[in-house]
């Protein structure tokens, strides 16, 4: 099956500042990337959709300039979380899929747990 | 009203025991159900697809009832691996995937 990897899988930073995560697709072309974000005990919420090449997407309420989504290539996309706060800490999921995957099928991540002190 | 509903448990059941988890959906627009395990501090992977006329695949059912909206998992003879929370999730035949709050299931010995 399809795999995708994130880096890094954890992360503790101080708030003010910015952390960077990667999400890669190893075995084919991720033509669309998503990502989410799941509090505690909570359900997984879409951030933004991203697709290659072009501007991310994001959803409502989400901030697109503290949140920001590069696509830059078929396999890489990246979430940067800029000037962090304590609330930003939460576990940030990437997912794929590629033209030719039926429009629901999503190959996720390990998940990156981010926590700013 | 979330769009995806799920009681969210803990369901503790003995090992062999049959559960069932349900689901409902606000959205008469959806097109495709899911059923997503999700292990502690883990990324979800799909259990398995629920179609109109039910599925099964093993131990488990998946039925969808659309006129009310509603989803079903059940879980027959659980197994402590079992142990995880499991996620409705709905598609609008888009790209998104609408993910429920989860419903936690604990097996024990």
């Known amino acids: 099956g399809a795999v995708v990897s994130q880096h890094p899988s954890w992360v503790i930073c101080k708030s003010g500042t910015s952390v960077k995560i990667e999400c890669r697709s190893l075995d084919f072309q991720a033509t669309t990337m998503f990502w989410y974000r799941q509090f505690p005990k909570q359900s997984l919420m879409l951030m933004a959709t991203s697709n290659e090449g072009s501007k991310a997407t994001y959803e409502q309420g989400v901030e697109k300039d503290k949140f920001l989504i590069n696509h830059a290539s078929l396999t890489l996309s990246t979430l940067t979380v800029t000037s962090a706060h304590p609330e930003d800490s939460s576990f940030y999921i990437c997912?794929?899929?590629?033209?030719?995957?039926?429009?629901?099928?999503?190959?996720f991540g390990p998940g990156t747990r981010l926590t700013v002190t | 009203r979330k769009e995806v509903e799920q009681d969210p448990g803990p369901f503790n059941v003995p090992e062999g025991a049959t559960v069932a988890f349900n689901c409902t959906y606000s959205n008469s627009a959806s097109q495709s159900f899911f059923w997503y395990r999700q292990d502690c501090r883990k990324e979800p992977k799909l259990l398995m697809s629920v179609y109109s006329s039910g599925n099964e695949d093993g131990r488990f059912t998946a039925q969808l009832n659309r006129a009310s909206q509603y989803i079903s998992l059940l879980i027959r003879d659980s197994k402590l691996s079992d142990s995880a929370t499991y996620l409705c999730?709905?598609?609008?035949?888009?790209?998104?995937?609408?993910f429920g709050t989860g419903t936690r299931l604990q097996v024990f010995p």
């Open positions: 999730v709905v598609n609008y035949n888009t790209d998104k995937l609408i």
């Open positions: 997912s794929a899929t590629s033209y030719g995957f039926r429009s629901y099928e999503q190959y």
